[in-house]
Every structure is written in structure tokens, then in C-alpha cells.
């Protein structure tokens, strides 16, 4: 059964009412601490997968983004404690300049985080990239070190 997109869009218009509601009865300002970052391409919102301090060995629950500069919660992103790609992993490596756009696979030498910069082997040659994802790489160039 799929929904559709307005139903859907209306649903997390919904979630993200209840949760700024929630958020106005408690103390403000408050902190989530969220494990994971989701953008939701069908409906264009962005959904966090938070933690509950007080039940660490509970699951987790999306929670919308309420979005606005000034918004009563904010949200702490934890970097993750394992790395999210590991040598022999494939990556598609990204390469924008102002005249081509290139998408390039390659494989992974060495584990890394988001964010981490690792060596990569891309059409027979070695190359550093920059983790921006799961399975996903930014190409360095010569001078660059990342972020």
C-alpha cells in the first residue's frame, strides 16, 4: 500500500505540530540527542532518529525537524562511534567544477567517518576523498584537505 505524497506530506506537517507542542510545554530551550540525520526525498522534510537519555537501551524514534532559525529545540547530531565505510567498500565519488559534474566509483583503503578524509583507488589510481556519506566521497584535489 503506498500513500500518497499530500497524505504524506500532510501526515509529517502533523508530526512536526505535535512535536513543537511537546517541545512548548517542556522547558525551553531543550537538546535532542539524535544517532542519524534523514532526508526524505519524497517529501522533501528532513527527519531525525533520536535517543532517549533516560532509556539508552530503548529504540529510537523519528522525530521531524521543525525547521526556522528560531525554533525552541535543537537538535545535537552525535558523530558515529564506527566508521561508515571500510576499506573494500565501493564509494561513488562526486566531482563538481564550474563546466562538469562526474560521478566516479572507486574503493575504499581504509575505514572512515563522515567528514574523514581516506585514500581511495579510482580507475587504477590513487586518490584522496573526502567521506560525505555511506557509500559516498568527494574528490580532493591537490591542495585541498577537507573540511
Known sequence: M???SQTRIKL???????FSACAALGQAPFTLRAMRE????SSGLRWYLVTDPTHPGAPGRLAPSTGG????????????????????DRLVVEDYTPVLKVWLEAVALG???????VKARCAGHLVRVEIVGSGRARLLGAGESGR
Do not use: K
Not at 12 to 18: E, N, S
Not at 69 to 88: K, M, Q
Not at 111 to 117: L, M, N, S, T
Open 38 to 41: 534523514i532526508d526524505d526525498p
Open 69 to 88: 532559525a528560531g525554533s525552541a529545540a535543537s537538535v545535537l547530531i552525535e558523530p558515529p562511534l564506527r566508521p561508515i565505510v571500510l576499506a573494500g
Open 2 to 4: 503506498t500513500i500518497p
Open 111 to 117: 575505514p572512515a567517518r563522515q567528514g574523514e578524509v
Open 12 to 18: 509529517a506537517t502533523v508530526g512536526a505540530l505535535l
